[in-house]
């Protein structure tokens, strides 16, 4: 079974930058990174393709970059210009087993790690 493990989160200040990690144990195809913030649904904000694709939620666009080294099996997020509403906690995923779903559907991805928070103060 493949294991996530994220790091990376933190406090910042509104404009500010963090970077989220998420080591991977094993193989795996598309990934992605979820924040749920309290009281709200956990939702995508961005997916990288095992062919290098990406997605993001028009929340995140021109602010936030996913990308993978597939040498290390390790999945980052470059988070820029946070915003307050970007607080929330982020989660890794990973699909091990084929899906039709699209990037960012929660549902097709079967493997996740277990969150690392951000915290952005105005």
């Known amino acids: 079974q493949v294991q996530l493990v994220e790091s990376g989160g933190g406090s910042v200040q509104a404009g500010g930058s963090l970077r989220l990690s998420c080591a991977a144990s094993g193989y795996t195809y598309d990934m992605a990174w979820f924040r749920q913030a309290p009281e709200k649904e956990r939702e995508g904000v961005a997916a990288?393709?095992?062919?290098?694709?990406?997605s993001y939620a028009d929340s995140v666009k021109d602010r936030f970059t996913i990308s993978k080294d597939s040498a290390k099996n390790t999945l980052y997020l470059q988070m820029d210009s946070l915003k307050s509403e970007d607080a929330a906690m982020y989660y890794c995923?990973?699909?091990?087993?084929?899906?039709?779903?699209?990037?960012?559907?929660?549902?097709?991805?079967?493997?996740w790690g277990q969150g690392t928070r951000v915290t952005v103060s105005s």
């Open positions: 990288i393709g095992s062919e290098g694709s990406t």
């Open positions: 995923a990973a699909e091990v087993a084929l899906s039709d779903l699209r990037p960012l559907a929660p549902g097709k991805y079967t493997v």
